[in-house]
C-alpha cells in the first residue's frame, strides 16, 4: 500500500461538493454541456479497422493498469470458458459464467484468467484513431442495477500523425450518466482505471495519486476528469460533471444483494460454488433499500486491493499503491466475435414509489450488450458524453461531428433532467419538532425516470443528472437507503436547454424512521386537483409536482407544513399539516380526502395555522404564571401592547386569537357565497396580522427564539394565503 493513504483517507469531506454550490450552478444553468442528444446520432465520419500492426503497437502502448476495491469479488477475465451452444449460437450462459467463474477463483485461490480485450479503429481520411480495451465480468452487483454479466470500456484517442492521446473515455453506469473522461492525458503516463466496486463502473486516475479519486484539482493535485459542468458555472465553480468514483468522494454506498423468482441469488440450485461469500461484502449490504431505517453512517469508504496490469510490463506505481498486483493477457475482441449473446434471466428488485396505491419497477434492471454489436465499438466517439470534449474533438478533427454538443449551443433540442438530492432534517432555529433545514447527503441515491428502464446513480454527493430524456411528461422517482422514496411528474419542454427536477433543482430525502406519507386524492371531491406543493415553515417548498388527481409525498415528522393543491382552473387551496411525532415510521398516512380550493379552503388554512400559533404563544403565557389581568401597575394598556414580556405575550395571544375569529367568519362567507362579506372578512385580517406582527416585535423577549423565528414564517405564510383567496374568482 501507498505510505500516504491513510492520511488521504482521513481527509476525505462528508460528502464530494457542497451543497450550495450545486444548487447554485443548477439554478443558473442555462444549457448542459452533456453530449448525445435525444434523437439522431452525430454525422461522425466513417471508420476502419486499424492495420494489425498498429493495432498491436497501440494496445500494447496503452494498455490500462486497473485498481479495484478490497472488497471486489469480480475481476476482467475471458468468457470464453463459459460458452455453451444453444440452436447453433456460441452465447455466454450467465448461470455457467456466475459458477464458473467461483469455482476456478475459489480452485486457484486467486482471480481466474485474468484479461482485458482490445479493438481499434481509424477515423477515414483523418489520423484521428482509438484503441479500445474491453473488460468483461462474470457479474455486476450494484445498488440500484444489477445483472449477469458486465463490459466495461476505456476509449484511448490517439493522433497517429504527432502519437500523442487526446481523450480518455472511461465507461460510467449507462447512457444517462456521464461518463469520465480527461483531455490530453500525459503521453509518457501509463493509462489508469479505477473500478467501482461490484458495479466496474471505471473512473481514470492521471495525477499522482494512483489509487484514489479526485473530481477537482487541489493542493497540486490534478483532477482525474477533465468534464465541463452545467452553463458557464465551470469558471465560477469548476465541478465537473462526470459519475466519479463516490466512495473515494466520502459518500457511504450501500450495496443490494441480488434476488432470483423470490430468493436470494446465492440460494439458486444452479450455483452451487456461490455463496454469501462470493458476492459484496457483508459489510456494506443490505438486504433492500428499505431495510434500514435511516441512511448508514458506518460502511467503509474504499481501499484499493488488487491492481491488474500488462503482463508484458511492469508498473511500479501499482507495486506501491496495491496489496497484490496480477498480470493480465492482452487478447483482441475480435477472438470473441462468434458469441452472439450473453444470457441469463432478470433478477428482480424493487424500486419504490410512493403514490397512494404503492407501486414497484423492475423494469430498470438492465443487461449487458455485446460489445461487438455496439455502435460505440465502431464509433467510439459516441461514448464521449461531455460536450466540451467532443467540440475540442471537432476542432481538431473534420471526422467528428460538433452538432451534438450542449455545451456550444449547437442543438436546441432538450437532453437531461438534474438535480440535487440532499437530506431533511430538523432545523435547530425552529421549535422542537417544528421545522426542517435541508443539508448534504452522506449517501448516494438512485434515480428512476420510469419512461426509461435505467435507474441512475446520484455522483458528488447527491448531483442527479439523467441525460437524454425525451420531450414530454414524465415521473422521476428518488430511492435512497435507508430513506422514504420520493416521486413526482415533470414536464420536459423541447425549448428549455435544461429540465430541473424537485423545487430548483434540490430533492430532499426523509429517512423512513422519521418519515410521515401524506397522500391527497380528489376522487370524492367536487374539483380536479392538477399539481401539489408541501412548505415546511423554515426549509420552504420542499415538494411541487404536477398530479393527475391524486398524489403522495413522504415528509419529516418534525416539521410543521402548508401542503397546497391546484386545480384544473388554477384555483388554489391549502391545508396545513403537523405530523404527530409518534407516527413517524408507522406507515399510518395523513390523508387530505376531500381536497378544495378558493377563498373558504385559503381562509380555513389561515385560521388553522393562527389557532395553533396561538396555542403555542398561550402556553407560554400560562407557563409564566400571569393571568391575563391588567390592573395598570405595570404600566401597559388594556390589549398588552406595553409593560413587561409577560404582556406582551398575552397581547400577541388576543391579536392571533382576533384573526382566528377573522378567518373563521372569512370562511363561513365564503361558503355561504357572500364575496362581499368574505372580501370584508379577509381585510379584517390582513389588519389582525399587522396587529400580530407589532404584538410580536414587543413579546418576542418572552418567548423563545423558535416560536418567534415560527411566528414570523407562519405570518408570512398566512398573509400569502389571504392575498391569494382576495384575487381568488372561486369562494
Known sequence: MDDDRSDIDDDRPESGVARRTVLGALAGAGSAALAG??????????????DPETLDELATRFAPTLFFDSAEPWFPTDPRPYTVEEDDETVVDGFVAFDGYHERYDEAGEPPNPTVFYNGVQYEDSPLAVVQFWLYSAFDQFTANFHWHDWEVLHVFVDLDTGDPQLYVASSHSRSVPNNEFLDPNPDA????????????????????????????????????????????????????????????????????????????????????????????????????????????????????????????EDELADRTADEVIGYDLVQSAELEDITAFTGPQLSY????????????????????????????????????????????????????????????ATAELDAVVARVTRAVE??????????????????????????PEAVPTFGGGIAVANGIPEGDHRLTVNGAGQAPHSEELA?????????????????????????????????????????????????????????????????????????????????????????????GSGEPIRIDRPETGAASLAGFVADVAEETRAEVAAVAAESGDDDSDDGSSGGGSDGSEGGPSNAIHGLERALAAAVDNAERAEERAREGDKEGTNRQLENVLERIARIQERLAAAREGLSPGLANATDRRIEQATRRVKQAQESEKL
Open 37 to 50: 442528444c435525444s434523437g439522431s446520432e452525430p454525422d461522425d465520419a466513417a471508420t476502419d479497422t486499424l
Open 427 to 452: 432545523s435547530d432555529d425552529a421549535p422542537e419538532g417544528e421545522g426542517l433545514t435541508t443539508t448534504d447527503a452522506i449517501t448516494e441515491s438512485f434515480v428512476l425516470i420510469e419512461s426509461d
Open 350 to 409: 424493487e424500486f419504490a414509489v410512493p403514490e397512494i396505491v404503492e407501486d414497484a419497477v423492475a423494469s430498470h434492471i438492465t443487461t449487458t450488450g455485446i460489445p461487438w454489436k455496439q455502435p460505440r465499438y465502431e464509433n467510439p466517439a459516441l461514448d464521449v458524453t461531455a460536450g466540451n470534449h467532443r467540440a475540442e474533438l471537432a476542432e481538431r478533427y473534420d471526422a467528428i461531428a460538433a452538432e451534438e454538443s450542449f455545451g456550444d449551443g
Open 190 to 313: 501509463i493509462p489508469r482505471v479505477l473500478s467501482e466496486l461490484g458495479s466496474h463502473s471505471s473512473t481514470l486516475s492521471v495525477n499522482e495519486n494512483p489509487g484514489q479519486f479526485q473530481r477537482v484539482g487541489e493542493e497540486g493535485l490534478l483532477a482525474d476528469i477533465t468534464n465541463t459542468t452545467i452553463d458557464t458555472v465551470e469558471d465560477l465553480l469548476g465541478i465537473p460533471i462526470a459519475y466519479g468514483l463516490p466512495r473515494d468522494e466520502g459518500m457511504r454506498l450501500p450495496f443490494v444483494v441480488p434476488e432470483y423468482e423470490g430468493e436470494p441469488l446465492y440460494d439458486h440450485p444452479d450455483l452451487p460454488s456461490v455463496s454469501v461469500e462470493s458476492l459484496v461484502d457483508g459489510a456494506l449490504t443490505i438486504r433492500s433499500l428499505d431495510a434500514l431505517g435511516s441512511p448508514p453512517t458506518d460502511l467503509p469508504f474504499r481501499e484499493t486491493g488488487i491492481a491488474f496490469r500488462h503482463a508484458d510490463r
Open 492 to 584: 420536459v419542454s423541447a425549448d428549455e436547454p435544461l429540465t430541473t427536477a424537485g423545487v430548483d433543482g434540490e430533492i430532499p430525502l426523509v429517512a423512513r424512521e422519521n418519515a410521515t406519507k401524506v397522500e391527497l386524492s380528489d376522487a370524492e371531491s367536487d374539483i380536479d386537483m392538477t399539481r401539489t406543493a408541501v412548505e415546511d415553515d423554515f426549509a420552504g417548498r420542499i415538494y411541487d409536482s404536477a398530479v393527475d388527481g391524486s398524489d403522495a409525498v413522504y415528509v419529516h415528522a418534525g416539521g410543521a407544513y402548508t401542503t397546497e393543491v391546484r386545480d384544473a382552473d388554477d384555483e388554489i387551496g391549502a391545508y396545513r399539516i403537523k405530523p404527530a411525532p409518534e407516527a413517524a
